[in-house]
């Protein structure tokens, strides 16, 4: 069964991380789609636009298939796979991490780089204030307002977050339900005499 869940950070986070002149500035970011990586890595590169090399990881949704690594320039697999090893270690996703370095004139080897990047990442990501997050369905459902009472009583039973509601001689409210409970949740509201359950995934864009 796959997850409904995920944790990531709360919000943004930096860290350091310096060997043999070298600086490694490390920021973490939660994020929900690669819009919003394209904009934290462009806004980074636009910032830090004197650094020798900025590299980043990334990963997205709870399966752990999406993500991206990127070493900018550095020796293949010494800086994005690092950063993605600690992103896995600290079992975060919806998360980018981007470490810029400046180069400090001497060279630290395959190994040396591996753990700057691992290091870097691993600074910011202990300082970071970790969330746990549901992956939720929504769904509207139309009933006439004599209904209201048992709609309501199950909305509450059930800890349904309420999207949108529109009450009238037919009422129609948009709901959300963590994505597991989504069965067994539109079920209870058919078996309702008067209850029209719509699913609003399948109005969703490819």
């Not at 973490?28 to 990586?37: G, K, Q």
């Not at 270690?89 to 180069?103: E, H, P």
């Not at 529109?166 to 339900?177: G, H, N, P, Q």
Request: hydrophobic residues 35%; charged residues 30%; aromatic residues 12%.
């Amino acid at each position: 069964m796959q997850k409904d869940f995920y944790t990531t950070i709360k919000q943004q986070v930096e860290g350091i991380y310096k060997e043999k002149g070298s600086k490694f500035l490390s920021f973490a970011f939660p994020v929900e789609s690669e819009d919003d990586i394209k904009v934290y890595i462009d806004d980074l590169k636009k910032k830090y636009y004197d650094a020798r090399h900025h590299c980043y990881a990334w990963e997205l949704g709870p399966d752990g298939n999406n993500f991206r690594m990127n070493d900018d320039g550095e020796p293949s697999g010494t800086a994005g796979k690092p950063i993605l090893g600690q992103i896995h270690s600290f079992g975060l996703t919806n998360i980018l991490v981007v470490v810029v370095r400046y180069f400090g004139g001497v060279k630290l080897g395959t190994g040396g780089l591996i753990q700057a990047y691992k290091a870097a990442t691993a600074d910011a990501l202990e300082k970071a204030e970790q969330t746990e997050c549901t992956i939720d369905k929504s769904f509207s459902i139309r009933f006439p307002y004599d209904l209201m009472n048992p709609v309501m009583r199950v909305i509450d039973e059930e800890g349904l977050a309420i999207n949108a509601q529109k009450f009238e001689e037919k009422c129609r409210m948009t709901l959300a339900v963590r994505e597991s409970k989504f069965e067994s949740i539109i079920d209870r509201f058919r078996k309702s005499y008067g209850i029209e359950v719509i699913d609003n995934s399948q109005f969703r864009k490819a």
